[in-house]
C-alpha cells in the first residue's frame, strides 16, 4: 500500500522578499524572486502535504493547489507564520527576510527639497522569525507531542573563501538560530537570486553527515523535500 511521503501533514512554507516602507510609495526590499519558496511548496504539495505558502514579495506567480497568505513586511511575516506555524507539522522558512527596516514611516511622501538637509535614513533590527519560531516550538507543553516534534528548516546564503568556510559559517547558524535543518547556498561568484538553478548542502542539528543536492530550484526543492519526509518518517518519534 503506497502512500506519499507527507500524506496527512500540513507544511507551511515561506517565500519571496520582504518591503519594508519608508513612505506611501518607497521601501527598501531585496532581489529574491521567490522561485525557491514556490519551487518549496509545489514539492511539498506533490508530496501529499497540505500546504501553505506565506508569500513576501515574488517575481513568479503562487502555485495552485497551495493556500496562499500574503505579506509584505518582515513584522507581516512574522505575524503571519507564527499563526500559520500553530498547527504546522513542518515550517520552512524560504523567504528572505529583512534584518532592518526604517525606524520610522513617513506618512507622505519624502519630499526634495534643496533648502533642507539630504535625508537620513535610520534603521532598526527586525525580529529573528526562524529564532522565533523554534522557540515558540521549543516552549510548547509538554502534553503537546505533535506541536513539539515540529520540523523547522531554514536557508542560508553563505559567502566564504571555500568550502570549508562557509560550511563552518552555516554550521555556527544552524546551531544559533536553533532549527533542525539548514539549507545552505554558497553564494560565490553566480549568483543565486533569481536564478533558476542551485548547489545546495542540507546540515542537519542531529550531526548527521552534510548532504549534497544540486540542480534547478526544482529539484533541489524535491531533495529538500524528501529529506524533510525522512526526518519526520525515521528519526522523530
Ligand atoms: O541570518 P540569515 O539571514 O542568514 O538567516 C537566514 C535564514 O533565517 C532564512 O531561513 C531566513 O528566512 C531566516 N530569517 C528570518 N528572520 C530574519 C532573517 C532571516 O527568519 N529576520
Not at 9 to 33: A, Q, W
Request: one cysteine or more.
Amino acid at each position: 500500500d503506497y502512500q506519499l511521503p507527507l500524506a496527512g501533514r500540513t507544511v507551511t512554507v515561506s517565500g519571496g522578499g520582504t518591503r519594508e516602507p519608508l513612505d506611501p510609495v518607497r521601501f527598501l526590499g531585496n532581489r529574491s524572486s521567490g522561485k525557491q519558496g514556490v519551487a518549496l511548496a509545489v514539492a511539498a504539495r506533490n508530496a501529499g502535504a497540505t500546504v501553505r505558502l506565506v508569500a513576501a514579495h515574488m517575481e513568479v506567480p503562487a502555485p495552485a493547489g497551495v493556500d496562499l497568505v500574503t505579506v509584505e513586511t518582515a513584522l507581516e511575516l512574522r505575524e503571519a507564520m507564527l499563526a500559520a506555524a500553530a498547527d504546522s507539522d513542518v515550517v520552512i522558512m524560504a523567504a528572505a527576510v529583512a534584518d532592518f527596516r526604517p525606524a520610522e514611516i513617513s506618512g507622505t511622501k519624502i519630499k526634495k527639497r534643496d533648502d533642507t538637509a539630504d535625508p537620513v535614513i535610520s534603521l532598526v533590527r527586525n525580529p529573528d522569525i526562524l529564532q522565533e519560531l523554534v522557540e515558540v516550538r521549543d516552549h510548547a507543553p509538554e502534553n503537546q507531542a505533535s506541536r513539539r516534534s515540529q520540523l523547522i528548516v531554514g536557508f542560508a546564503a553563505e559567502t566564504g573563501d571555500g568550502q570549508g568556510d562557509v560550511l563552518t559559517y552555516a554550521e555556527a547558524k544552524l546551531k544559533r538560530k536553533g532549527c533542525d535543518l539548514m539549507v545552505v547556498n554558497h553564494v560565490g561568484t553566480d549568483k543565486v537570486f533569481g536564478q533558476d538553478s542551485n548547489s545546495v548542502v542540507i546540515l542537519a542539528r542531529s550531526g548527521a553527515e552534510p548532504q549534497l543536492a544540486a540542480g534547478t530550484k526544482t529539484e533541489v526543492s524535491a531533495a529538500v523535500i524528501t529529506r524533510v519526509g525522512y526526518e519526520l518518517n525515521h528519526v522523530s518519534p
